[in-house]
């Protein structure tokens, strides 16, 4: 099994997306900003699979607790 399908198929990592341009301008109007999103590193490892850039926001999906939204950072 790739490194990649482990990480994203452990029962611990919830599933992660980057949003598109579009998705990321309406979630950061709806909440004020990207500013007020927690962040996320650049270095961290599902963020470095998915190719995700600082300045895209992450939408995690948590099983029975909803949707989260984090900023990538340097």
Known sequence: MSKKNWLFKHYLVPKHRVLSK???MKIAKKYGGRKFFPKISSD???????????????????????????????
């Open 22 to 24: 579009k998705e990321a």
């Open 44 to 74: 961290d490892p599902v963020v470095k699979l998915l190719g995700a850039k600082p300045g895209d926001i992450i939408e995690i999906t948590r099983k029975g607790e909803g949707k989260y939204y984090r900023v990538v950072v340097r």
